[in-house]
């Protein structure tokens, strides 16, 4: 029996139908990407921010129960995941304030910007060298980048306060002395020599490149006693939502603090050049 024309069903045109097939597959798409977006930058945010806060306030605790007569610093019996110490960069604003744990594992720089664990620590001779995210996880190093040189670099440890300051980049080296080396903030910031000739303020490496946390950042020689310089490194992703290369800062201490405990609120006034 042959059905009204009513009734007949339409035909279908395959092109219109893989042109909607194919939208409906980039919408999806879409959603997986910005879900994908949403818990990589905001919800790893949330997350590691509860777990800096927890690190902040165990080692806050643990400065006010374990003290040291001497006054000494001590570093030894670190665990993974441990902070030991506070950074302070105040270009970044005067919030800027990161707990740094040991270790550079997943699970340690989700708590925070995590030390290497062959390098130096601070105030010591040598190369005390840090790696943090740039994206997601509290991204502690998303504006490295932004650092100029003889920007101040403030470590805290429970007895001392270290002044570290960014060393000039590879367009500055010439004519540093008559030049920006001459203003007051980069008093002890200088175009460094010997073994750390090759060394500026700023670099962009490959991931395989792990001399540049050696004691001379890119060289496989260490220095004698009385050429080492005590450095400050930091190392994160680059550019930006990409892991193929790294972004690199180096810092030469220039000053220390020690901490007097009856001025327990007292802060170095490195901490106040904020912008």
Known sequence: ??????????????????????????ITLGLVVLLFVVYEVYWTDLV????????AAALDSQWKTKEDPQRQDHFTGLGEGDGFAKMYIPAFGADYEFTIVEGTTPASLEI?????????????????????HRVGKGAP????NL??????????TQN???????????EEKAGWAEGKGREAQCQGVSVLGGPYAD???????????GLVVAPVPGSETAPSAGEQAALMTLTTCHPRFSDKQRLIVHAVLVKQWAKD??????????LKETV
């Not at 590691?48 to 690190?55: E, L, N, T, V």
């Not at 190093?141 to 490295?144: G, L, P, R, V």
Request: charged share 20%; proline share 12%.
């Open 1 to 26: 029996m042959k059905l009204p024309r009513q009734f007949v069903p339409p035909k279908r045109d395959p092109v219109r139908t893989a042109v909607r097939t194919f939208g409906e597959i980039l």
């Open 48 to 55: 590691s921010a509860g777990k800096q806060r927890d690190a």
């Open 112 to 132: 925070g910007p995590g030390h290497y664990t062959n390098t130096a620590y601070p105030g010591e001779a040598g190369n005390f060298s840090v790696a943090g």
């Open 141 to 144: 190093f998303n504006d490295i």
């Open 147 to 156: 650092i100029n040189s003889c920007d101040a670099i403030v470590v805290e």
């Open 160 to 170: 001392n306060w270290f002044v570290y300051r960014a060393l000039p980049k590879a």
């Open 199 to 209: 060394v500026i303020g700023q670099q962009i490496v490959t991931p395989s490149d």
């Open 261 to 270: 405990p009856a001025k327990p609120t007292w802060t170095p006034p490195e």
